[in-house]
C-alpha cells in the first residue's frame, strides 16, 4: 500500500541547531511531495512543495527540502532553527495514476528550546 | 486565517451517539477534503467532495458518511461512535478538484471530538 513515513516522531533542539526530518514514501509511480507545518494551535499550512524540476526546493522560513528520487525521500532542513519553529511537520505525498489524495505522514513534532 | 471554518471547535459526546462536523471552505474554493488526526495513526485520509459530487474516499468507516451542498459547505456525520472515533477532525479545500493547479489544500482548524 501506499504510504509516507516520517521517521522521527519528536525532536529537540537548541536554537541555531541544524534540523533534518526525514520523509520517505512508498510509491513506485510519479509522486508529488509536500510539507506542511502546524504551529501550535494553528491550522495545517503549507511549507513547501515539489512537482518537478530542481530537486532541491526552497521554502517559506529558511526551510528547503531536497528530493532523491532513487532513496524515495523528501527529507525537510533548516540550517538554524530558532524558538518559533516549535511546531508539528508533516510530509504528504500526492500520488499520480487516477489516485486523487493526499497522503500524509504521521508527523514529527520539533520542539526548539532558546 | 486560512479562510476555511469548522464548528464546532470541540464536541464531547457518548458512545453511541451520533454527531455533526461542520466546514466551510475558503470562498472560491470547489474541492473539500476530510482528515481524521489521531495520536497513533496520524493524518488519515477520509474523503472528498468536488463542486457537490464525492470525488475521492478513503480509510472512511461506513459508520461515517459525508456531503456537500449546494453553496460548497460540507458536513461529515460520523455515527454509532466508538470510543476510538476520538480524534482532531480537519477539514480542507483547494480550487480545483485534482491538485493539478498549485497542490495546495487549505486547512481549519479541526474540530476535536471526545467520545466518553
Known amino acids: 500500500a501506499q504510504s509516507v513515513s516520517q521517521h522521527n516522531h519528536h525532536v529537540i533542539l537548541s536554537e541555531a541547531a541544524s534540523l533534518e526530518l526525514g520523509c520517505n514514501y512508498s510509491y513506485g509511480g510519479t509522486v508529488n511531495l509536500f510539507w506542511y507545518v502546524q504551529y501550535p494551535g494553528q491550522h495545517l499550512q503549507l511549507l513547501l512543495k515539489?512537482?518537478?524540476?530542481?530537486?532541491l526546493v526552497k521554502g517559506i522560513k529558511g526551510f528547503e527540502a531536497e528530493f532523491i528520487k532513487s532513496k524515495f525521500s523528501f527529507n525537510l532542513r533548516k540550517p538554524s532553527v530558532q524558538w518559533s519553529d516549535t511546531a508539528e511537520y508533516f510530509c504528504a505525498a500526492l500520488l499520480s495514476g487516477g489516485y486523487n489524495k493526499l497522503i500524509f505522514g504521521a508527523g514529527t513534532r520539533l520542539a526548539v528550546h532558546p | 486565517d486560512s479562510g476555511v471554518t469548522q464548528t464546532p471547535k470541540h464536541l464531547i459526546t457518548a458512545t453511541g451517539q451520533r454527531v455533526t462536523l461542520r466546514c466551510s471552505p475558503r470562498?472560491?474554493?470547489?474541492?473539500v477534503y476530510w482528515y481524521q488526526q489521531s495520536l497513533d495513526q496520524g493524518l488519515q485520509f477520509l474523503i472528498q467532495y468536488y463542486n457537490g459530487e464525492e470525488r475521492a474516499k478513503g480509510n472512511i468507516l461506513e459508520r461515517f458518511s459525508a456531503q456537500q451542498f449546494p453553496d460548497l459547505h460540507s458536513e461529515l456525520n460520523l455515527s454509532s461512535l466508538e470510543l476510538g472515533d476520538s480524534a482532531l477532525y480537519f477539514c480542507a479545500s483547494s480550487v480545483g478538484g485534482d491538485f493539478t493547479n498549485t497542490g495546495e489544500l487549505f486547512f481549519g482548524e479541526g474540530s476535536r471530538l471526545t467520545v466518553l
Open positions: 470562498s472560491g474554493d470547489l474541492s
Open positions: 515539489y512537482f518537478s524540476g530542481d530537486p
